[in-house]
């Protein structure tokens, strides 16, 4: 029984759009998000996280949005450029004090087209 | 400025041999965590460790696996009788305090023949 969700497997985006990536989770509990983006043969490489006492965070062109009566975030790459082109996972903890267990969604990777 | 090492990147094991996974932490980081990603699926987690102490194991197996952050030298992930199903690739990260960012070493990928 899953989590955290990423209901969507691959995004396929032009170059200069939006990149808008979800995620739903299922546990009340978690209140710490994060998003993280993979390179084939490398590890994930942390890229903005998310409190629940926020409903944005932004950095640079990256920014997430949280609904928490939803229970969904959303990663927001605006613009999108090639060198985006990745797997980008979303990532959930329990309390922000105790990061020990991150749960990860499966997912979805992104295609940016020059 | 290094970031998470792991080695080795690549591992062939025969059916019952052992493997044995390092990871080294970013400098200053003190607590590891241990992840396995099986193909098409997302990471899932294995366990964390603080410096001579395991914090929470509550995603190892049972049987077969264990884990290791001595005071001085790289965390080892040890998997003992190694079987197919293990063929995956395991992430270690590293925090500075717990609760901060976890940030992934590049991985080490078991291939179990």
């Known amino acids: 029984d899953q989590q955290v969700k990423q209901n969507s497997p691959s995004l396929s985006v032009q170059e200069g759009r939006i990149s808008i990536l979800n995620c739903d989770y299922t546990?009340?509990?978690?209140?710490?998000f994060l998003w993280y983006k993979k390179y084939p043969a490398e590890g994930p490489t942390f890229l903005i996280s998310?409190?629940?006492?926020?409903d944005k965070n932004e950095d640079g062109r990256f920014t997430v949005f949280l609904n928490k009566s939803a229970k969904h975030l959303s990663l927001h790459i605006v613009p999108s450029q090639p060198g985006d082109s990745a797997v980008y996972f979303c990532a959930a903890s329990g309390t922000e004090g105790s990061q020990g267990n991150l749960i990860f969604g499966k997912g979805t990777k992104l295609s940016v087209k020059p | 400025n290094a970031g998470v090492m792991q080695n080795p990147r690549h591992l062939v094991r025969r059916r019952g041999q052992e493997a044995r996974l390092r990871c080294s932490p970013m400098?200053?980081?003190?607590?590891v965590y241990w992840y396995r990603q099986l193909p098409e699926e997302g990471l899932k987690f294995m366990v964390y460790l603080q410096k001579e102490n395991i914090i929470d194991e509550s995603g190892m197996p049972k049987e077969r696996f264990s884990a290791e952050f001595p005071k001085e030298g790289p965390s080892i992930l040890r998997i003992q009788q190694v079987v197919r199903g293990d063929s995956a690739a395991y992430f270690c990260?590293?925090?500075?305090?717990?609760?901060?960012?976890?940030?992934f070493g590049p991985g080490t990928r078991l291939l179990v023949l």
């Open positions: 400098k200053g980081h003190s607590h």
């Open positions: 546990n009340s509990m978690f209140d710490y």
């Open positions: 998310i409190s629940s006492i926020k």
């Open positions: 990260a590293s925090s500075p305090q717990q609760g901060e960012t976890q940030y």
